[in-house]
């Protein structure tokens, strides 16, 4: 039976960076956003964001993400109306995915709410990623078009470090690179995974 790594972290904590490394020593890894992403391109999903959050949010039936983003990640109750849509959907996507891995002993789940969405019950071992507060926001503005006050706001939606350190098997501090890729060789070997599995 393939067992699932959770693998989480706070916004900007760097855990693509994190998964990238498994997938690049054997792991299949699947990245619970980008799932979210394909997912809400389904036409019932649309369906179901238009009835709860209005047809505002949509241009020529594609959805403004960032419209969205700037609606539920400032209100807790509109943030989880949307993950009661969504996240159905992407633990189907995930359960389909898993059946395609079955010859591998372990598959990695990455995703920023593994705990929040309670999808750290289907995990088997849960690695937590943390970099300092100051580095995680210089990343995200780095990466997103975004401001300072939008990320501390993201910020305060998600579990703190100490919460996810605690219900965690393993941490990984991403502050410097060549530390935590170690620390990936190091997880790899305690559970005993294989450089590439075939």
Known sequence: MTKVIGLTGGIGSGKTTIANYFNKMGVPVYIADDAAKKVMQSESIIREIKTAFGESLF?????NRAKLAAIVFNDSEKLAALNAIVHPAVKKDFESWLLEKKEYD??????AILFESGRYKDCDVIINVTAPEEVRIERVLKRDKTTKEQVLSRIKMQWNDEKRI?????????D???????????????????QNQS
């Open 59 to 63: 241009e020529n039936n594609i959805l």
């Open 176 to 194: 410097n690179l060549k530390i935590a890729e170690e620390e990936v060789v190091k997880i790899l070997k305690i559970l005993d995974i294989k």
């Open 106 to 111: 372990y598959v990695m789940y990455e995703a």
């Open 166 to 174: 605690s219900n965690s098997n393993f941490v990984i501090n991403n």
